[in-house]
């Protein structure tokens, strides 16, 4: 760590901690992390030495003595995966380690911790709905962007949409409107009923004309509603309909891809991609499982599989 990275906000992030655990810098306590899926981080500007190694060490704790299936949800007291604890379809093996990727980054002034890009359709025209929850180290005033590339069925079209800002220490929400007018994005459709076209967009803070920190999805522009069967208008409304047309679901329960937690982003999109081979649109997951990777629903979103979670 150099003097001038030590002059911004270090974070420490463990993406994936299984089960609990306490991390050390340079032998002192950073803190105490428990639960499976809560990434732990930390600030550590008062742990670490400047130009010189420093020593991180975590300490995992054992696994939760539980039961595979209590019988009553008031009686489970670990946010852990059931099925490690032993089900019909898997052994019983209490998986215990790090399965994301361990990072420190350094902030100016502030960090997105959450963002959520939504397509809306109002009166025949396509605008996005954007949210950007952040965290921000110091009061200060920043810009904050939103680079859409629409995917159309003249290529690739490029949007830009910006905000000033003011950042106050601590939590701060926003949010924007991105508008298109004239401009037609393609459809994200379901597998089997047309292409899964997605539109890139990254969004970023930038203070004082430096990019602080971005994050980038994909979004597929499509309506989504839910209809009566023929027939039944005193049933609930089951029929998935998109895009205006009626979806005959085809799906599948999806347990966990492995008794210990597969985060190999090859091997998600191979058995996501094998399952849309098998015709496959529309996928559950099983709630005694994991809460599944970025890399699953990014997959998803490529071959047209809609999620039950």
Same mark, same amino acid.
């Given at each position: ?8 906000? #270090? ?11 306490? !991390?050390?810098?340079?032998? @002192? ?14 600030? !550590? ?11 991180? /060490?975590?300490? #995992? ?25 032993? $089900? ?15 990072? %420190?980054?350094?902030?100016?002034? %502030? ?14 025209? $396509? ?10 180290? &110091?009061?200060?005033?920043?810009? #904050? ?17 910006? @905000?000033?800002?003011? #950042? *106050? @220490? ?17 459809? $994200? ?13 990254? +969004? /970023?803070? *930038?203070?004082?004309?430096? /990019? ?27 029929? /998935? %309909?998109?895009?205006?047309? *009626? ?12 008794? !210990? ?6 091997? +998600?999109?191979? &058995? ?11 996928? *559950?997951? $099983? ?19 809609? +999620?039950?979670?």
């Amino acid at each position: 760590v150099t003097e001038e990275q030590l002059q911004k906000t #270090l974070k420490l992030c463990f993406g994936g901690i299984d089960y609990s655990a306490k !991390i050390y810098i340079n032998g @002192k306590l950073v803190g105490v992390h428990e639960g499976m899926y809560i990434p732990f981080e930390a600030i !550590i500007n008062d742990f670490v030495k400047t130009d010189e190694e420093n020593t991180l /060490v975590c300490v #995992l704790e054992h696994a939760p003595i539980a039961d595979p299936q209590p019988g009553y949800t008031s009686k489970t007291r670990y946010l852990k995966a059931r099925f490690n604890y032993k $089900w019909d379809f898997a052994a019983r093996v209490m998986d215990l380690g790090l399965y994301e990727d361990v990072t %420190v980054t350094a902030y100016d002034a %502030v960090t997105i911790l959450h963002s959520f890009a939504r397509p809306v359709l109002e009166n025949g025209q $396509w605008k996005v709905a954007a949210q950007v929850e952040a965290e921000a180290f &110091r009061d200060t005033e920043a810009v #904050l962007t939103f680079d859409l590339e629409l995917n159309t069925a003249g290529g690739p079209v490029p949007v830009h949409a910006e @905000k000033k800002v003011s #950042l *106050r @220490k601590g939590f701060n929400d926003f949010e924007a409107e991105i508008t298109f007018e004239g401009e037609t994005p393609l459809l $994200w459709w379901p597998n089997g009923y047309g292409a899964q076209a997605l539109s890139p967009i990254t +969004i /970023v803070f *930038r203070i004082n004309g430096a /990019v602080d920190d971005s994050v980038s999805h994909s979004i597929g522009f499509r309506t989504l509603e839910f209809i009566h069967a023929d027939g039944r208008e005193d049933a609930l409304k089951y029929n /998935v %309909v998109i895009n205006g047309k *009626r979806i005959y679901l085809k799906g599948t329960n999806m347990v966990p891809l492995d008794c !210990i937690h597969c985060v190999d982003e090859r091997e +998600i999109d191979q &058995r996501l991609k094998d399952v849309a081979e098998a015709n496959v649109n529309f996928l *559950r997951i $099983w709630g005694g499982g994991h809460l599944e990777s970025e890399a699953y629903y990014r997959a998803a979103d490529k071959y047209g599989l809609m +999620i039950l979670q």
